[in-house]
């Protein structure tokens, strides 16, 4: 692999305008560095912007260019500056050393030369040099090369590749789910692994190939010389294939995945921005469609990365804007034939009037976090709406979806109460529907703060039952009131008896753990049936409400179209 370090043999460029004294002194350094001569100021520019040299031994009188101007030129040069120069002189008066130490130089060799004196001097300075390099170059915990030094090996690669007409690959590795390990077992856990990561990444690499940590858990990849992009292909799933391989430390086993998105230059970019923005849109797709895979990018993928952008500027100005509706569809006993709930959906509506389907933007406004700001605005919109509903003597509960991203959310506890009290609706009148996954991240986490919910009287939800991580085990430890079984179930559980054996199994382990069932999804009144049939009375679904805005909703109840009996305990 092209060494993740910088040439292990430094470069020095020696000038002065004195034959003997550049014998002296390369024979001082010649077994230390690559050395490079001048023996004018302008000679020494143009090799200096060619050798671009670590360390400068540089003499202070010669015809032209003093070595003063001299120093003044390289530190003013943005690929010259960091070289540290030695002025070389015999002369010792204070204000020379006062003014190359103004200049930038960093170190007096005194002439006559001495060559063991030489070369503790340039010693010293090539040490200091070297570790200067490793802290700007390179990753403190895996010694993998950083974004500047990547940078640096690309615009290499790509100059080389467009004088030749080859290709170079940009592969952007993400690992998934990497948050768990440093949640679950600190971040100390966390370091060890990506060390054993870019460990691996760099033992599975070709010989020319540069592996980079970005940052995180964020590799990089660059691979010149790519001929077709099967060896290309043939690198990912290698790679792949070696992060898969168990990570055990200090006796804890870890198993791993990665997504990787491709680009390849000069196909989709022709500098390292562009690569770097394709290959992340492509690891994007890669992770939508699950772990352990890769994706090349192409322009399809392009598109629908710039869509996403778009959607999320809009989402963010309809946030500001308060744009966002909520929605409710009413929740049915099939028996009594009367509303017994209600729930509130987001709706987005564009300028033109036309809705914005939720399964475009609630995935992605939970991937940018705007979620939270928007789940607070429809909580409070909903228990709002509900208080409203109450001071007509109408008693409705509403159920409101809660995100994991805002179940997890440290305030989320303080947001719900500060919301029923500012509201001023009873707890028990609000419902909060979360998903199984919710639950499965860290069910000990997940109890205390839905015991602290009950404690104040908000019901649970489990929304969309029997899709997810379904566990007695939850079932039994945790404060659940209601299970909402899912409309994939009741759907085809009249053609597909496995779907109605399910429900049916669902039926029954609600009605043993004393919990409330809701089917979602009816609307066909043969399903009502065989629901009712099953136990299953409280229903959901077109068949008997669409969901509709709340103005609407009370103009029918207003006519008597959504039949509500007044139960006379409005505030």
Request: charged share 25%; glycine share 8%; hydrophobic share 40%.
């Amino acid at each position: 692999m092209l060494d993740n370090a910088f040439d292990p043999m430094p470069v020095i460029l020696i000038v002065d305008d004195q034959p003997g004294d550049i014998r002296v002194l390369q024979e001082s350094v010649g077994d230390l560095a690559r050395v490079h001569v001048a023996s004018d100021g302008i000679m020494a520019l143009e090799v200096a912007r060619f050798c671009r040299p670590d360390l400068v031994l540089l003499d202070i009188h010669m015809p032209g260019l003093s070595g003063f101007e001299i120093c003044r030129l390289m530190k003013a040069d943005p690929k010259l500056c960091d070289a540290a120069i030695l002025f070389v002189t015999a002369h010792v008066q204070p204000e020379n050393e006062v003014q190359a130490l103004d200049y930038g130089g960093v170190d007096f060799i005194q002439k006559p030369l001495s060559i063991p004196v030489v070369r503790a001097h340039v010693r010293a300075h090539l040490t200091l040099r070297a570790e200067a390099k490793r802290l700007a170059y390179f990753d403190a915990l895996t010694g993998l090369p950083n974004r500047m030094l990547l940078r640096d090996r690309a615009e290499q690669m790509l100059q080389k590749a467009r004088r030749s007409g080859g290709c170079v690959a940009f592969l952007l590795l993400d690992l998934d789910n990497f948050k768990g390990i440093n949640d679950s077992f600190g971040h100390s856990m966390g370091d060890l692994v990506l060390k054993e990561i870019g460990k691996r990444l760099s033992d599975s690499s070709r010989s020319v190939d540069t592996v980079s940590r970005q940052g995180g858990d964020e590799f990089v990849i660059l691979m010149p010389e790519v001929q077709h992009s099967e060896v290309v292909g043939d690198c990912v799933e290698r790679l792949l294939e070696v992060i898969s391989c168990p990570v055990s430390i200090s006796g804890t086993r870890h198993d791993l995945s990665a997504c990787i998105g491709i680009s390849v230059f000069p196909d989709d970019g022709d500098d390292l921005e562009s690569l770097y923005s394709h290959a992340d849109a492509a690891m994007y797709q890669a992770k939508q469609q699950g772990r352990n895979r890769y994706r090349f990018f192409s322009q399809s993928i392009e598109s629908n990365a710039r869509a996403r952008h778009l959607l999320e500027q809009h989402m963010r100005r309809a946030l500001e804007h308060g744009v966002f509706e909520v929605f409710y569809q009413l929740k049915f006993n099939a028996r009594s034939r009367q509303p017994c709930g209600m729930e509130a959906l987001i709706r987005w509506r564009r300028r033109e009037g036309d809705l914005v389907s939720p399964a475009e933007f609630i995935p992605l406004a939970e991937e940018t976090g705007l979620i939270v700001p928007i789940g607070r605005q429809v909580l409070h919109q909903a228990c709002c709406d509900a208080k409203a509903l109450l001071d007509r003597g109408l008693r409705l509960c509403v159920g409101v979806n809660i995100s994991a991203v805002q179940f997890r959310e440290e305030s989320f506890l303080d947001m719900v109460m500060d919301i029923l009290r500012d509201s001023g609706l009873p707890p028990e009148l609000l419902e909060l529907e979360i998903t199984e996954g919710v639950l499965a991240h860290d069910i000990e986490a997940a109890r205390a703060l839905l015991d602290e919910l009950k404690r104040v009287g908000v019901r649970i939800a489990i929304d969309d039952f029997g899709t997810g991580y379904s566990s007695l085990t939850y079932l039994k430890r945790l404060p659940i009131d209601v299970l909402k079984i899912d409309q994939s179930f009741v759907r085809d559980m009249l053609t597909d008896r496995s779907d109605a054996a399910i429900i049916e199994a669902i039926v029954r382990m609600g009605q043993a753990l004393g919990l409330e069932l809701v089917a979602e999804g009816v609307e066909l009144s043969e399903q009502v049936q065989s629901l009712l049939a099953m136990g299953c009375e409280l229903m959901q679904g077109y068949l008997y409400c669409r969901p509709m805005p709340f103005a609407q909703l009370l103009d029918g109840i207003d006519s008597g179209s959504v039949p509500l009996q007044h139960n006379g305990e409005g505030n």
